[in-house]
């Protein structure tokens, strides 16, 4: 049954509108070969549609793309697009921007904010700042007010405690920090929102390619935070945007 | 400077109200000599206390709660507490109620839920249960209404598709799952709140004490899945609270 | 003793049928310098012969299958063989046919299916998709129907729902699956036959270049999974298709 | 709808009988408060219920198989039971027969083989007995035929070539081994079924804990070989059965 | 040669002072049969001896202990000792000093502090308090002023921010702390002296028994921070007294 | 409030001293943007400020240091600069003289040593010496004298004997090593100072980058020895110098 | 065919000693049920039997022993046998020695050493013992002289070289450590014999059960040093013996 | 004290022959400053010299072996050098030949074998050559006779049992191999002399580089195995002659 069946069997009086939401939820999707590309799935989560972007070619981005705003999509986010492959992209949509450091494109229009409060987006060090960008870009474009707060690591506190007031006011705190990524410890004591922690891929030797800040931010002593994949600025601006719209 | 000295000096307009904010937050704490107790900790997080049982003697408990009660704590969570400790705990608190499954005793009584919705705790198998009961009372005893769907894990979908509509309805999702640790990803594909994903160091061999869960978790699909410590229910259980009373 | 020489002993009786054969497995082989080819091997376990390309130069391949093609092999699959060396090979070859996604080389024509039923080959995501087709360009090449399904991961689970009879009716599901790797679980919860799961090295961060997925399929709470090594498609497909012959 | 109701549809015409095999597949269970006791199972896989005993006490398991024996479940398998645990539940169940070495008890009368060839369970030394014996035992409470060859590991090949013959005929074999784990790939080499290799947790230092095992027997050069769990003797005879009624 | 002889050859100019100095350094030691004691280690090192106690019987210790005390060992400090053994090494030497909590037992008087200035011993939390103490003790028993600063961890910065001019003011840092291990890197941003980071195993899941805490602190942001093996208590102390005495 | 309005408060005798200074440190730093210059940081440290130059372009090491010039930093030191980048950054400041083999930039005159002794800075092979040299630039830069002992490995024990006087003076000994990373320990057996120990990410194999000598390091036997993350030969250098100036 | 008729058929000149030698090697062997006793062990390898006592009851220790003695085994090793085993085998054979410390028992009369040369069995530390011994006793009880070194770790380096003489005269050295195991890259330095490295699991926190010093001794950069197993002090002493007789 | 100058000693009579010996073990080399070139380590371990060419420039390589010819060394070999860096080195010493598979260089004739029997050098399959021949080589520059076995491992066991005299005849065996690295195992089942077992960084996925081959080689179940670091096969070279020649 399709989508649009369903709606009338609900006008029909056939089916509760309970029902029908359940149906919708679980159904329609469309098969381009390459990917499920699913058409319904800013009815089911509420918000734009994201592609993934790594690993894939210019033309598969641009098709899946070209299928979205067919389908009425209004904002579409790609992450992890090289440069090289948005400048191929944008030959077939033009309309979009491209953030180089945050490897991140948008088509359409950003929205205006309408979260009940703001996002902060925090880094403890300046190589922390692709993850940040990539957590800051998905947030605005998911219709949130995104504060950053960027190189104030905790091993130069003062530079932190400068920003207390900004940090205490937010309605949720994306930290992202490499290193040894006692960042978001660090905040989950000072604010009452859920701090979600993102740990990054940088500085070197026992630093194990991002495990080390991993490690530090599932022991945090401090209640409040979770946390995400390695390197996983994406997810970390999405869920923030959940939290900041229920 | 002490708390109602802060106090005071905003009404007498020497501070404003937001210095004293920032005041209050960073400052007041007693020294018991084992620990710091945290009296402001309820303004500053807005919730009741928890005692962290886990290597504390039965004696040091008692104290700690004796010296929260004294400043007017009314509910405290102790978690991580054999039956023997608090066997002897209740002897000072006898009117301390003890869950021996989650290992988790309360003194006080469970306030009326005051969240925005109701908060879902979810487990893969019977096995998980002490840490998802960690999680549900911890919510519990915070003002949350919990509804607990126990034993719904992937490998047999159609107990957890029987129960869609519960899940569908929740504010927040604790998914806590030991072995594959796949549920948060299934739960996270249905829902469009927050799963707070808790692995569960459960099995043998390749699970490693719990290791094969986290990993699973961190690299979820799907979007608006973040990630607690291993066996960390009472992290879980505190987020979800959060999040519900925003 | 040569294998002409072994079973004339048998023609004259001074072997019995049982002799020979264990005599036939163990013995005859050949040396080319940098491998031993194993003529014989189709007599041993009853397939095509497969040359694994990994590091082997354009000069070795075209020269083991030579070797085959004079020992009457029909037809011989080349897995892991970049496009530049099949080009090479391709000269000396020229009926070979090159698969690019999968990296896989077939030269002679794909037998018609003679195996019991047909094969399921699904695959999480569109990452997987090598990996896959290694799987089941391998079974096809080996004498089995092969019906793909590919991106039906379980963070959208009605797109998996909506082939459930497909599945059902397997009579074995190679499960390709990186990141989280949940779906080879949630598929041995579905069917009855056997589910073979193929970790992928996808995914970044906490994917630990496939060890993720392994870790989940080793633990999969579904009965009737077994696992392959990380981006062992050939050996899935191999697999696969001694089941679907027995 | 309950079981009863799609068989009558089906019997009514309303319902076909593929359509109603999906439902039943899908549908009933009960719930029993600490676990959800799937009874239509048996119709879905075709073979018996097992019990998984780590973790659950006598009582829990008990009430488990009284539910199952109520719902005709004719043979029970429980696995991963102590001695005294067995005691207990044998005061319940006194027709329970329990082996010690394999911490397995079985209720009901083992089936008369039913499988199309018998099943190979092979150990490289005596400590994987208990592992080997956790998969014989299951392998024939589902109705295979199972011949055991035990201690004849790699270290001391003309052990296992003396039994050539028998590893040859089998149509599933289950390769049980700890420390260096290579049994599989030897026997891989020499058999045309498939090869479950079962690592298993023994020795010291290096093993690891049978990650060492676990680690060969992924990496094995011989095709036709699947990897399970460490010590999943259980899994092990699970699937060879599978693959031997097929 | 004994080390009297190589003194006397000295006095009579046959030898300078700096050669006799490494000669002394390399050579005089005595052999037990179960341990090397080396009497000349407090000429070569400068302080007291310490007895490893872990893995030693009681005898072994009282033995190594009376060899000492004939040499002219003023002060003993034996780590790692159990309560049970500390009682049987009691009735061999009665004036032994046992510190529960730390492990140690202490022969002979704790000198007056002759270091250059004082040490910090801080802590993130109580569980850390048997390293931290085993660490004090050890700088006491080597002459230095200690100043504890207990339960300070990064979760609840007000707490070591309220003891600021303590740490300024140390000539050395010993930052013990467990979990997410952050303690070093906030001290090492606030102080100027050398920071000594001990990781502790305490904590569960993800700490990997101190892993976490251990990775943390290597890959400190901070400069003046370097790292002792988990627990390593003494060796922490150790260090601050020699930096100290400098 | 700015440093220049603190130390006018001090000069009216608002502020004692020592109020000033805590907040002098704590206090003031500048925002460029990508970096918080940290101007006061010598002030805070007593040294000279460092730039990470790992992942940094040549624009934002140019313009952080014109900035640190601008506020009277006489001696800058750049780290982890590619020889590439040290050419595009030599163009805006000419005076930098380039260390290709330690990857290392200094800007200003290198001060005359004014430590107490002097630091010896050790390696193992041959391999080691861009991680030592990085380290004994470091330690001149800040006005350390420095004597190289390079290749006294310990296979080969008379290098290193045939040095003994010189390694006994020193006031504190960086002793770098990858493979085995035993320098340290049999350093730490043979002098009275500190030994930092670095380890380094060479050899192959079990070397894994690095952790093999790191894991031989924290479990040194010797007293006196601390460890420092896999390659940080500036950390090496910097705490060397803490300690030769204390 | 049986060992007896294989040595006739050689009286007989329808075998040559070659093939004869060849067929002894590859067949007989006993089945006693729960361990294949390799009675021709003695002919195939030279040398004394071993019991590898881990995980084996009294009985079977008993038994098998009693099997060998039958077949004119003069020396039977068992190795790790606990003391409480011991005894229970000591009342079906009361010739055996038991040596608690290396929980190795002897029966038979260890022989006179008939190797080439001695062998040197050294430690690092004291806790390095019990494996040593167990190393020792094997070579001894396969007839070498073994000189004993203990307690010779290199944090101590004049211990080891007042012993050069006696190192340097060996015909094979044991090397024994745990912690940092550095002993065996010392040695291989000073010796012109092979050294062969067993590291022990002893140590605490980054010790990680011996794995450190497990990977020290395989990134020796030492010649002529290959490693055992963690603990493996019988596989040294084999080896060893080996290498003395040849 | 110079080389000559302690034998000049020796012929006055003012030392013995023994006291020279360990003189001159423990002291000439000289410094070029990039490395300490070791003159008398033929003397002192009676071999030709080694330069591991890994990361050494042509120039440095070029120089380290005219200092030893200029010292007489008749064969010098070079190992780990690329052959960019040979063509270089080849200017400055035309006599050098260079095998490229092994990226092993020889300088000097090859001597006449002088050892006692000859080495097997053998490996599971065609990637393990390289590592193989850096073995051989090794071992054939040192005066062994090398019997080579490529390509039979242990999934093919026919390949090996067909040379099984070749292998029962060797004075040592060198088992190079990858994936699951089992040969060795077989191998020291079936012969009485040392085996020698190389893992090689072959394969994928859970190989991890080698680790795989490595654990299961110190799993060995037979005796007399012992084994080197991951690809050393110069190592195993090595010790084999050591061996061979005692």
Do not use: W
Request: glycine letters at 12%.
């Amino acid at each position: 049954m399709k989508a649009i069946e369903i709606l009338k069997s609900v006008q029909n009086g056939e089916t509760t509108a309970e029902e029908a939401m359940l149906k919708l939820r679980m159904q329609p999707f469309e098969e381009l070969g390459y990917a499920t590309v699913d058409h319904h799935r800013q009815l089911r989560t509420g918000i734009a549609e994201v592609i993934y972007g790594e690993g894939k070619t210019a033309e598969q981005i641009s098709g899946i793309a070209t299928s979205m705003l067919n389908n009425k999509q209004s904002v579409i986010l790609i992450t992890r697009m090289s440069k090289k492959i948005a400048e191929a992209v944008k030959k077939d949509h033009p309309q979009m921007t491209y953030h180089e450091l945050a490897r991140v494109g948008i088509i359409g229009e950003i929205p205006k904010p309408d979260g009940i409060g703001y996002v902060v987006v925090a880094t403890g060090g300046t190589t922390d700042l692709p993850v940040a960008e990539e957590a800051a870009l998905t947030a605005e474009a998911l219709g949130n007010e995104v504060v950053r707060l960027y190189d104030v690591g905790v091993a130069g506190l003062h530079r932190l405690l400068a920003k207390l007031d900004v940090v205490m006011g937010a309605r949720c705190v994306v930290a992202v920090a490499g290193m040894e990524g006692a960042l978001p410890s660090v905040m989950g004591g000072l604010v009452d929102c859920p701090v979600i922690a993102v740990p990054v891929n940088c500085g070197y030797g026992a630093s194990f390619n991002g495990l080390s800040a991993l490690l530090t931010m599932l022991n945090s002593c401090a209640s409040g935070v979770c946390v995400m994949n390695i390197d996983n600025g994406f997810g970390g601006g999405y869920l923030a945007s959940m939290i900041n719209h229920q």
